[in-house]
Nanobody, 114 residues
Framework: VQLQASGGGLVQAGGSLRLSCAAS????????MGWYRQAPGKERELVAR???????DIAESVKGRFTISRDIAKKTVYLQMSSLKPDDTAVYYC?????????WGQGTQVTVSS
């Protein structure tokens, strides 16, 4: 499975961005796909993920501001980020967990200026 992430950038506090992650290669019905982030000096943390059945997990720190969704036909997961805060600044990584393992995308930088 290969993951191609896009959509990061520089935005002012209060702004919005949408990240996209497209999966290619052999994917499976039973999977979890989502986004993690890692800020400088901090550990990588879960932001949001979506399961094959459609249920989601959202980190408390972003609930009400971030939404994860998907386009099954395109094998793409989206992370809509609104009301961004400087604390959201990090490298965001797409992740796919399926029958054959755990895969990571290349990371996309999100910078929120105050």
């Amino acid at each position: 499975v290969q993951l191609q992430a896009s959509g990061g950038g520089l935005v002012q506090a209060g702004g919005s961005l949408r990240l996209s992650c497209a999966a290619s290669g052999r994917t499976f019905r039973r999977y979890v796909m989502g986004w993690y982030r890692q800020a400088p000096g901090k550990e990588r943390e879960l932001v949001a993920r979506i399961y094959g059945g459609g249920s989601t997990d959202i980190a408390e720190s972003v609930k009400g501001r971030f939404t994860i969704s998907r386009d099954i036909a395109k094998k793409t997961v989206y992370l809509q980020m609104s009301s961004l805060k400087p604390d959201d600044t990090a490298v965001y990584y797409c992740n796919y967990v399926g029958a054959r393992g755990n895969y990571w995308g290349q990371g996309t930088q999100v910078t929120v200026s105050s």
